[in-house]
């Protein structure tokens, strides 16, 4: 039931558990890793982990 069209894209290092389980049920995965001066990422990253605890706790 997968379009080859469609991808699931995550940070490298988050979600692992998901994205294996899309992986072995034949998803199309894609992991990014945001590639910019420290004082950029950092907040950036900070916000998607935040992001992701809110969405694990509801």
Known sequence: MNEKGIF?????????????????NGYNI???LPFLPVKYVMPY???????SCWT???
Do not use: D, E
């Open 8 to 24: 699931f894209w995550t940070i490298i290092g988050m979600a692992n558990s998901i994205i294996s389980n899309l992986a072995s």
């Open 30 to 32: 894609t992991k990014y």
């Open 45 to 51: 990253l900070i916000r998607r982990k935040c992001f």
């Open 56 to 58: 694990n706790l509801v």
